[in-house]
């Protein structure tokens, strides 16, 4: 099945530093990849959609300057968390759509848990 | 936009029995329902989905129910085991390549 490769798993980084996380889909092209944050005890809240080639669509409320997505090829996309701060720390996770048509489906990387000390 | 409401937050049951979860969402475009487990630090694990064209379908002790009329959808989970203890999750899309929305998320604990 489709399998999309979420690295790192987890990073501490300092306040004011950049941190990228990365997410690949290694059996299949991710055309969309979709990028949420989860906070503790919550739900998975969308922060942005990417396609391949363009830029990123973003939700209301999400700072397009601070977390900066990338999808340069069907089968890499990025999210750089820019100068983090101690609430930007969360569970980050993408989703890459799979299939088409009517058989369509998602597919989830295994998650990033940022801290940002 | 879409949005999945979910229920309840929490649902304590004893082994045994049945637990329900519902949802409802606002798009009536929506056609692809999946539920989620997910345990603490893991991704959401899909285990069972449903699409619009049909109105229930079973996989061993899961089940789920769809009523594209009321826009709500329902998972059963029977003969409940520890190992069910987890969070569930709902979200609704309506076609490929479209984001997946979210319901809050229901805390299951089944005590032996």
């Known amino acids: 099945g489709a399998v999309v490769s979420q690295h790192p798993s987890r990073v501490i980084c300092k306040s004011g530093t950049s941190v990228k996380i990365e997410c690949r889909s290694l059996?299949?092209?991710?055309?969309?990849m979709f990028w949420y944050r989860q906070f503790p005890k919550k739900s998975l809240m969308l922060m942005a959609t990417?396609?391949?080639?363009?830029?990123?669509?973003?939700e209301q409320g999400v700072e397009k300057d601070k977390f900066l997505i990338n999808h340069a090829s069907l089968t890499l996309s990025t999210l750089t968390v820019t100068s983090a701060h101690p609430e930007d720390s969360s569970f980050y996770i993408c989703?890459?759509?799979?299939?088409?048509?009517?058989?369509?489906?998602?597919?989830f990387g295994s998650g990033t848990r940022l801290t940002v000390v | 936009g879409e949005n999945v409401e979910q229920h309840p937050s929490t649902l304590s049951v004893q082994e045994g029995d049945s637990a329900v979860i519902k949802c409802t969402y606002s798009?009536?475009?929506?056609?692809?329902f999946p539920w989620y487990k997910q345990e603490l630090g893991k991704r959401p694990q899909l285990i069972i989905d449903?699409?619009?064209?049909?109105g229930e379908k079973k996989d061993q002790r899961i089940a789920v129910t769809l009523n594209k009329t009321a826009k709500h959808f329902s998972l059963h989970i029977t003969e409940t085991q520890p190992e069910d203890s987890a969070v569930y999750f709902c979200?609704?899309?309506?076609?490929?390549?479209?984001?997946?929305?979210f319901g809050g998320g229901t805390r299951v604990l089944v005590k032996p």
């Open positions: 989703s890459a759509s799979t299939g088409r048509g009517s058989s369509y489906g998602y597919t």
């Open positions: 059996d299949f092209q991710a055309t969309t």
């Open positions: 990417s396609n391949e080639g363009s830029k990123a669509t973003y």
């Open positions: 798009d009536s475009a929506s056609n692809y």
């Open positions: 449903i699409r619009s064209n049909v």
């Open positions: 979200a609704a899309s309506k076609a490929a390549g479209n984001k997946l929305t």
